[in-house]
T-cell receptor, first 119, second 110 residues
Framework: GAVVSQHPSWVICKSGTSVKIECRSL??????MFWYRQFPKQSLMLMAT?????????EQGVEKDKFLINHASLTLSTLTVTSAHPEDSSFYIC???????????????FGQGTRLTVV | DAKTTQPTSMDCAEGRAANLPCNHS???????VYWYRQIHSQGPQYIIH???NNETNEMASLIITEDRKSSTLILPHATLRDTAVYYC???????????FGGGTRVLVKP
């Protein structure tokens, strides 16, 4: 199957600093990528939809100024957690769907996740 | 996207078939049924998806009822490595987001 790669796999940062997480589709182009967050023993919660060349669409309750998303190319989307606080500690996961919007039955592929710990 | 209902957890014996049910009674005509699983501390892994017809691949089989209001994922010969949380999701076109529910925590026992 297609590969989506996230970097870094884990990161520890100090409170108040910013952290950037990269999501790359390695062998296909993705006009749309998705960012999720997962707290321990909970399901994945969609944070935002990243659209290549345009602004991201954020889910209700997600602060767009705190979670900056950039999708500058068809293979790369980045999530920057600004002014991180301990409550932002979580497992962040990106996904991308192969093909364009005309392809209705394409599956999504997920990165391996990034575990963020803010101390 | 339509919501899904899955049992919270289930156990199955190693080597036996595991049948995972999912209800999606509000599914619309153009929505697909997707199954993913998540092994601890990893990103979700795609398993299979379908629209109306039953589907089979090297990992599993997907049985969708005629009215499309429910489906069953079948792992034909469960192994210990199949222990994971299994998510049933319904969704539409390629650009649409996938919304995760609670999933079923499957424990395969020796």
């Amino acid at each position: 199957g297609a590969v989506v790669s996230q970097h870094p796999s884990w990161v520890i940062c100090k409170s108040g600093t910013s952290v950037k997480i990269e999501c790359r589709s390695l062998d296909f182009q993705a006009t749309t990528m998705f960012w999720y967050r997962q707290f321990p023993k909970q399901s994945l919660m969609l944070m935002a939809t990243s659209n290549e060349g345009s602004k991201a669409t954020y889910e209700q309750g997600v602060e767009k100024d705190k979670f900056l998303i950039n999708h500058a190319s068809l293979t790369l989307s980045t999530l920057t957690v600004t002014s991180a606080h301990p409550e932002d500690s979580s497992f962040y996961i990106c996904s991308a769907r192969k093909g364009d919007r005309a392809l209705r039955n394409t599956e999504a592929f997920f990165g391996q996740g990034t575990r963020l710990t803010v101390v | 996207d339509a919501k899904t209902t899955q049992p919270t957890s289930m156990d199955c014996a190693e080597g036996r078939a595991a049948n995972l049910p999912c209800n999606h009674s509000t599914i619309s005509g153009n929505e697909y049924v997707y199954w993913y699983r998540q092994i601890h501390s990893q990103g979700p892994q795609y398993i299979i998806h379908g629209l109306k017809n039953n589907e089979t691949n090297e990992m599993a089989s997907l049985i969708i009822t005629e009215d499309r209001k429910s489906s069953t994922l079948i792992l034909p010969h469960a192994t210990l490595r199949d222990t994971a949380v299994y998510y049933c999701i319904v969704g539409g076109a390629a650009g649409n987001k996938l919304t995760f529910g609670g999933g079923t925590r499957v424990l395969v026992k020796p």
